[in-house]
């Protein structure tokens, strides 16, 4: 056993501390003015593990509740569905955007008869093209995302909406090829948000994602009891800029359990953001075209 006197383990802390005040911080949040002649959209990106929260209830009115709370006018979700936890057989696909008033766009990993799970996109605003990308890897886990062009006053803007891998070489090869698909279309103003499992804030995934996007708004979402890490994360690119955004680790589940009982939220915190887009050729194209 390894032991260490009082004098030294002060020292140590006090190394610690006076480290983590050197080390700059990472904003949980951002409030600057929206540019002037930039129009102004509202997003959000949420893991929402298949409507089952932290008190272990699946409640899917709980989810459709914060949605419509929020008031964004598009929202990317991952784990919608049902798999090994959910009520086998419901379509949450449908009954969010039944119970939020906004179109839903499913990009289904699993579909079979035992389950229909994945991400999906829900959104108020026109959309001009969808597709779904695969991302799986190898045998690991089915993963995938949605590559939708959506109308901002009459322009396009692309929203790509992800779940990447738990293996740094599986999300790697995800980062790769999202990353490629977008430089294939420079001109085009693009918006990547998801859970991208990244534990570590200076990995080489991070690292290829920041070379490629102009911005990103990435608070602490995880986990939902303590968030610590920055699991979910917002990238721009093309013209477009974050001037607002605040993680949702602040937003109480909407369960009725009382303060007595602690703060509960539903699944993995949201981030809200505001994506200002500045003029710009409205010839761009679509995905695939």
Not at 52 to 73: C, K, N, S, T
Request: proline share 8%.
């Amino acid at each position: 056993m390894i032991r260490f006197s009082r004098e030294r383990v002060q020292r140590i802390a006090a190394a610690l501390r006076a480290a983590r005040a050197r080390r700059p911080r990472r904003a949980d949040n951002r409030s600057s003015p929206i540019p002037d002649g930039m129009a102004a959209f509202s997003v959000a990106t949420w893991n929402i593990h298949s409507c089952v929260g932290l008190d272990a209830r699946f409640a899917p009115d709980r989810i459709a509740q914060v949605i419509r709370d929020l008031e964004v006018d598009l929202i990317g979700l991952q784990e919608v569905g049902w798999h090994h936890r959910g009520e086998s057989g419901m379509d949450q696909f449908a009954f969010l955007e039944q119970h939020t008033g906004m179109k839903a766009y499913a990009g289904p990993t699993k579909h079979s008869e035992r389950a229909h799970y994945g991400n999906c996109l829900l959104t108020r605003l026109p959309v001009r093209s969808m597709e779904t990308m695969d991302l799986s890897v190898g045998k690991r886990e089915p993963r995938g995302a949605i590559d939708a062009v959506v109308e901002v006053e009459g322009r396009p803007v692309r929203v790509i909406v992800a779940h990447l891998g738990l293996d740094p070489w599986e999300r790697a090869k995800q980062v790769g090829d999202i990353v490629s698909r977008v430089e294939g279309q420079p001109e085009l103003p693009t918006l990547f948000m998801g859970d991208l499992n990244e534990w570590t804030p200076s990995s080489p995934r991070l690292r290829h994602l920041a070379a490629s996007f102009a911005d990103v708004a990435n608070p602490r979402s995880f986990h939902a009891r303590m968030p610590t890490l920055r699991l979910d994360r917002i990238y721009v690119t093309g013209g477009l800029q974050i001037p607002r955004f605040r993680g949702g680790a602040q937003r109480p589940d909407p369960s009725g359990i009382g303060p007595s009982a602690g703060p509960r939220r539903t699944g993995r915190p949201l981030i809200v953001s505001h994506f200002p887009e500045r003029q710009y050729d409205q010839r761009s194209r679509a995905p695939g075209s």
